[in-house]
């Protein structure tokens, strides 16, 4: 029968959510992101039936979904840009793939795309009992040339006299004024009824009696038992008592649609304030007030950035001669806190999975992994089922490791700083492990099973996870060795990088990526005079 879904959600900077990757998931077409200098392609055993939908300004090259993304991209560069809109819809199985097709484009025309926005469709038919459909929207709208416009503006405020109103601070009093209605809750409760009444049409005009509300059962009168009336005077007890149980029945399935609605209202549902102990909010409360920000999973990621680069900012004060010992003491006070605070929600992160999706493998997925699938429940408000919990989970790791990429490949010394730190902590925790048994880390290298016989099994089981950990940092640092030595070979190809410490390394491909991104060769001499004369 047919069954009404829509979900909607952001994909965005802020999320390390890459336009160009979900379009290339959704669509089933290898795309290459000329941020990233990469391509992205994910095979698909069912080929995804794709295509673009665009307004009247829109120009020729919005047809091209390659292209589209990549300048949806570059025009929208701060951390937190939103770069799309999407929504995952599931298609009536009445209808026939033409027909399905033919009312979710009139669908995605008149809602989405004659109010400005460019539409990628993507129809998946993986599997027959379940066509589903993912269509994601560009936030911003075009001028009538063909550029890009304006998603809002900004208006200062002034007094009566029109004199400019100023903060406490000295700044000008000002707010954010939207030209596009498209973020309004109350858009996405008319675009479900819209899609309810689309498909309800149809349905209609073909003499199917399914239909489908975008509605509640409780809203809708569903499941309401009546009660049986037996006269006044006949079997009075008898009808007492089965009018409690139907009344009894009546306010067990009101409870059970209210929590049912509470996980589909943005307002009412928290997966991870709904698992948090009472002392555990006391906790978070304590960590909100010494973070001076609201301890959630969001908030905790923002403040982790803000963090870091602050010190950043900070350090290089400290290199020209300014004091900032003090300010150095709060940051490392705030990480502290930061620490404690991640440390309390991986927890309930854990807690919040297993209870919202028991069917997700711990074994196959890491923390990261969960925090993000928890953070995108919230952030939609829709617990993911089946196959689309299958697909997000996919969608997080490859945005993750995307991620983790780009800082390999893009901070090498950093990284290869981090991964230095989390080696010395191993090495220094596994040294005090051995030394109570009176052996050291060299004698691993040539271990048999008679030198660990007299360990606890929860030694053991550090030393393994510890030998695991310190191998998967020498592979990373093979990453960022070979970032250093693919950039300095083109740039310098007669050049002996094996006689360079990574310092020096750091250095000068610093200099070759800043002064020569094109990567053409250079001598000695090119790059001495480009130092001196930038």
């Known amino acids: ?63 091209d979904r390659q292209k ?21 819809v599931a298609l009536p199985v009445e209808l026939s793939e033409d027909e399905q097709k033919a009312l979710l484009t009139k669908y995605v025309q008149e809602n989405f795309v004659d109010q400005g926005m460019v539409a990628d469709v993507a129809i998946h038919r993986d599997h027959p009992d379940n066509p589903h459909a993912h269509v994601m929207l560009t936030n911003r709208p075009f001028n009538p040339d063909g550029s890009w416009g304006l ?5 200062y405020i002034k007094d009566a006299n029109g004199k400019q109103l100023l903060t406490k601070s000295g700044f000008p009093k000002q707010r954010k004024i939207w030209l596009v209605d498209w973020d309004k809750k109350e858009k996405i409760t008319e675009w479900r009824h819209n899609w309810a009444a689309s498909v309800n049409q149809v349905l209609e005009q073909k003499n199917i009696p399914d239909r ?12 309401d038992t009546p009660t049986q009336h037996e006269g006044i005077n006949r079997k009075r007890h008898e009808r007492k008592a089965f009018n409690q149980q139907v009344e009894e029945q009546r306010k067990a399935q009101a ?46 990621d923002d403040k982790e950035r803000m963090l870091f680069n602050w010190k950043n900012s900070l350090l290089i004060k400290h290199v020209i001669g300014e004091d900032v010992a003090q300010k150095l003491l709060t940051i490392d006070q705030q990480s502290m806190s930061l620490a404690q605070a991640n440390q309390l929600l991986n927890k309930v992160v854990d807690r ?53 990429l780009l800082t390999f490949t893009k901070r090498p010394y950093t990284s290869w700083q981090l991964v230095n730190q989390q080696a010395q902590t191993i090495e220094k925790q596994l040294t005090a492990v051995l030394a109570k048994h009176g052996h050291q880390l060299d004698d691993l290298k040539h271990t048999d099973r008679g030198m660990l016989a007299d360990y606890q099994p929860n030694e053991l089981e550090f030393i393994s996870k510890a030998i695991k950990d310190l191998r998967v940092i020498r592979e990373v640092k093979d990453v960022v060795q070979t970032q250093y030595n693919s950039i300095l070979m083109t740039a310098f190809p007669d050049s002996d990088l094996d006689k360079l410490d990574t310092i020096d390394k750091e250095q000068i491909y610093t200099a070759v990526v800043y002064y020569d991104p094109e990567l053409k060769p250079l001598s000695a001499d090119d790059l001495s005079q480009l130092q001196q004369q930038p």
């Open 1 to 63: 029968m047919a069954i009404f879904h829509m979900s909607f959600s952001n994909i965005s900077a802020g999320k390390g959510r890459s336009a160009i990757a979900s379009a290339a998931y959704r669509s089933g077409e290898k795309l290459f992101d000329d941020k990233e200098g990469r391509s992205y392609f994910y095979a698909r055993s069912v080929i995804p039936e794709s295509f673009i939908l665009t307004p009247k300004n829109a120009p020729k090259w919005a047809n």
């Open 68 to 88: 589209l993304w990549n300048e949806v991209e570059k025009k929208d560069r701060k951390s937190n840009s939103r770069y799309a809109k999407e929504f995952n």
């Open 151 to 155: 998603k809002a503006k900004t208006k």
């Open 212 to 223: 489908i509300s975008e509605k509640s059962f409780i809203e809708q009168g569903i499941d």
């Open 255 to 300: 409870k059970y649609h209210n929590l049912d609605q509470k996980i589909r209202n943005r307002e009412h549902f928290d997966a991870l304030t709904d698992e948090l102990s009472f002392s555990e909010k006391h906790t978070i409360r304590d960590l909100s007030q010494q973070l001076k920000t609201y301890v959630d999973l969001e908030h905790l």
């Open 352 to 404: 919040a999975t297993k209870k919202l999706y028991p069917t997700v493998d711990f074994e196959q997925t890491t923390l990261a992994q969960r925090r993000e699938l928890i953070k995108e429940t919230n952030s939609e408000q829709t617990i993911f089922k089946d196959s689309e919990l299958t697909e997000r989970l996919a969608d997080i790791r490859n945005d993750l490791l995307t991620q983790q």
